[in-house]
């Protein structure tokens, strides 16, 4: 959705070293904002944000216009089922909605045979790998590890409106999954225990509110009671008026 970062711009290597074309699209949409979400004031910087293709050498990059992509009389979109309910969709109902039918849409348009997708928005991740298999699109969906600060700070668009203050207390969310990780390879295989140890790290004086932390079967998103396989630690957060989400993929033998 535009305001480039480091995170955008591996992405962009990755499709790089992999495809003969590359393209990125840059589009913030409004079919995925809430009414009273940042629509209006989410950072756009597109002079930057083209220099920023131009300097890890895009083909292409397609800018499409919200009265192009959903003109006069606009009435279809997409849904995925379960996945879409829980965590991020409980406290956001239209989000994923918006996304997976944008995300059609532009599948649609530029018939990509990859798509890079980033970690850091690993639902997202797993609802886009589950529309292009249902809808039997022909794309192949890479996920690409999450960009971080030397601190483990996830890097996101929306870091622009935080304060030092707030970001240090945003980055108590990566700590908590980073201790969650720690109890998990120490051998702790109860769902709640490693949660309540998460929590703890949240509660100790952050000022901030929490959303959910939780941990699921890495495909499906299941909230597991006993740990085993691939696993997703999931987390959100609110700090101030800026919330923040992050997740960690334990991998169980």
């Known amino acids: 959705m535009g305001a480039l970062h480091a995170g955008h711009r591996a992405l962009i290597r990755r499709a790089r070293r992999t495809c ?13 904002f809430g009414p009273a979400e940042d629509y209006r004031r989410y950072p756009r910087d597109l002079s ?7 300097e890890e050498n895009a083909d292409l990059v397609f800018l499409p216009k919200a009265d192009i992509l959903y003109p ?10 379960m996945l879409s309910q829980r965590w991020e969709g409980e406290h956001r109902p239209t989000h994923f909605e918006g996304v997976t039918t944008v995300v059609t849409k532009l599948l649609n348009l530029v018939r990509p045979d990859r798509a890079f997708l980033g970690q850091k928005d690993y639902q997202q991740y797993c609802l886009i790998r589950q529309l292009v298999k ?3 699109l022909d794309s192949r969906i890479t996920l690409c590890p999450t960009v971080r600060d030397a601190d483990g700070f996830a890097l996101s668009s929306r870091n622009r409106y935080v304060t030092k203050t707030e970001r240090q207390q945003a980055l108590a969310l990566y700590q908590a999954l980073s201790t969650g990780k720690e109890a998990i390879a120490r051998g702790t295989r109860r769902a709640d225990s490693v949660e309540k140890k998460m929590a703890r ?9 929490v959303d959910y932390l939780a941990c699921c079967d890495a495909r499906t ?12 630690l999931l987390g959100a957060i609110r700090v101030g008026g800026v919330r923040f989400i992050d997740n960690l993929i334990v991998r169980i033998r």
């Open 20 to 32: 003969g074309t590359v393209v990125v699209s840059i589009f913030v949409n409004p079919l995925q």
């Open 48 to 54: 930057r944000d083209l220099a920023c293709c131009r």
């Open 72 to 81: 006069r009389g606009f009435q279809t979109t997409v849904a995925v089922g």
């Open 134 to 136: 249902d809808l039997d």
């Open 201 to 209: 790290v949240l509660d100790a004086g952050h000022g901030l509110t």
């Open 221 to 232: 998103l299941e909230p597991l009671a006993r740990l085993r396989g691939t696993v997703v």
